[in-house]
């Protein structure tokens, strides 16, 4: 192993730039080349390459989104595209690939272990927290912090004007970070796609609030839900059964990736960074750098993207006694 490849992949997530910081200077801690691949794999059947060294990655450890860029490629999901991929990394002369980025990120790290036994190390960089084998997933914390600090704001709003608010995170198909935040902001309900709450239950419980005196409430709602079709058609349907309620939608969206990443964000990026690049040194491949307990986990990639995430729904309850 002597050069040491590294691209990021798919939707960005705060902390991919430590990992990455990490990647480059771990090979020059062990006398290994780094080449940086510039949009995803999209840039790697384009050639799109330059060689990272200690400086090439200074001062990027606090700065969100991916120094090195992403994009997603339809092109690489053909067998030519992945041809073109892999006669790259051949060209460039590299050994072994850090891949940064999310389950189809992985998927396609994948092909390229199982087509031409490229070694290939992932590291999980997504909001959503929905990989298996990792209790965090690069980006994640700093996603729950941004989105509760908005949530806090739009609290002051529903105050002032006595409004119910329907506040959409990101989580088409998990809810850790509905879940989460809505927990630490103290939301009424939280509206999650693994636990269907149902219309008329959630109706009930703003009858409830409206009763107890409550004269504004905030609702945290993953985007994968399905209480309604959409959140705005919710607000519709609740301002119809319940017309005493003033409903406004907030949809805090792509913000959540963006920012500064958390200090757990930089210190997690840093040690999966180290990590990789040492699996990749001693002969690993076809595994995810995830973390449990506090301690750095290694996952087959297959299993980290075809496992199943628990949601933990015993938080659910505690929000609920929380609210009543």
Same mark, same amino acid.
């Given at each position: 192993?002597?050069?040491?490849?590294?691209?990021?992949?798919?939707?960005?997530?705060?902390?991919?730039?430590?990992?990455?910081?990490?990647?480059?200077?771990?090979?020059?801690?062990?006398?290994?080349?780094?080449?940086?691949?510039?949009?995803?794999?999209?840039?790697?059947?384009?050639?799109?390459?330059?060689?990272?060294?200690?400086? *090439?990655?200074?001062?990027?450890? =606090?700065? !969100?989104? @991916?120094?090195?860029?992403?994009?997603?490629?339809?092109?690489? +999901? $053909?067998?030519?595209?992945?041809?073109?991929?892999?006669?790259?990394?051949?060209?460039?002369?590299?050994?072994?690939?850090?891949?940064?980025?999310?389950?189809?990120?992985?998927?396609?790290?994948?092909?390229?272990?199982?087509?031409?036994?490229?070694?290939?190390?992932?590291?999980?960089?997504?909001?959503?927290?929905?990989?298996?084998?990792?209790s965090h997933t690069l980006g994640y914390d700093t996603a729950l912090n941004t989105a509760t600090e908005a949530i806090d704001k739009i609290r002051d709003t529903a105050i002032s004007h006595h409004r119910l608010f329907l506040v959409e995170v990101m989580g088409r198909d998990a809810g850790f970070i509905a879940l989460n935040t809505g927990l630490a902001i103290g939301a009424q309900e939280i509206l999650i796609p693994e636990v269907n709450m149902s219309l008329?239950?959630?109706?009930? *419980?703003?009858?409830?609030?409206? =009763?107890? !005196?409550? @004269?504004?409430?905030?609702?945290?709602?993953?985007?994968?839900? +399905? $209480?309604?079709?959409?959140?705005?058609?919710?607000?519709?349907?609740?301002?119809?059964?319940?017309?005493?309620?003033?409903?406004?939608?907030?949809?805090?969206?792509?913000?959540?990736?963006?920012?500064?990443?958390?200090?757990?964000?930089?210190?997690?990026?840093?040690?999966?960074?180290?990590?990789?690049?040492?699996?990749?040194?001693?002969?690993?491949?076809?595994?995810?750098?995830?973390?449990?307990?506090?301690?750095?986990?290694?996952?087959?990639?297959?299993?980290?993207?075809?496992?199943?995430?628990?949601?933990?729904?015993?938080?659910?309850?505690?929000?609920?006694?929380?609210?009543?």
């Amino acid at each position: 192993m002597k050069n040491i490849g590294v691209l990021t992949s798919g939707g960005d997530s705060p902390g991919m730039n430590s990992a990455i910081r990490a990647v480059a200077r771990t090979c020059a801690h062990y006398n290994l080349k780094c080449t940086g691949i510039i949009r995803g794999y999209q840039g790697l059947i384009e050639n799109d390459t330059k060689v990272l060294y200690t400086r *090439s990655v200074r001062g990027i450890i =606090n700065r !969100g989104g @991916t120094f090195l860029y992403s994009a997603r490629s339809d092109e690489f +999901k $053909t067998e030519q595209g992945r041809k073109s991929a892999y006669d790259n990394l051949i060209k460039n002369n590299i050994d072994g690939l850090v891949v940064i980025g999310g389950d189809g990120s992985f998927t396609g790290g994948l092909k390229l272990i199982q087509e031409y036994d490229f070694p290939v190390i992932g590291i999980p960089g997504t909001i959503d927290n929905d990989l298996f084998g990792t209790s965090h997933t690069l980006g994640y914390d700093t996603a729950l912090n941004t989105a509760t600090e908005a949530i806090d704001k739009i609290r002051d709003t529903a105050i002032s004007h006595h409004r119910l608010f329907l506040v959409e995170v990101m989580g088409r198909d998990a809810g850790f970070i509905a879940l989460n935040t809505g927990l630490a902001i103290g939301a009424q309900e939280i509206l999650i796609p693994e636990v269907n709450m149902s219309l008329d239950n959630l109706i009930d *419980s703003l009858k409830r609030s409206k =009763n107890a !005196g409550k @004269t504004s409430t905030i609702i945290v709602v993953a985007e994968g839900d +399905k $209480t309604g079709n959409n959140v705005f058609q919710l607000a519709d349907t609740i301002e119809t059964k319940l017309p005493k309620y003033e409903v406004r939608v907030s949809v805090l969206g792509h913000m959540q990736r963006g920012g500064s990443p958390s200090c757990f964000d930089r210190v997690l990026g840093t040690q999966m960074g180290i990590t990789s690049v040492e699996s990749l040194v001693n002969n690993e491949k076809g595994l995810m750098i995830g973390i449990s307990n506090g301690k750095i986990a290694k996952t087959d990639l297959s299993k980290a993207i075809k496992g199943k995430t628990k949601i933990n729904k015993e938080l659910l309850r505690m929000s609920r006694i929380m609210n009543t």
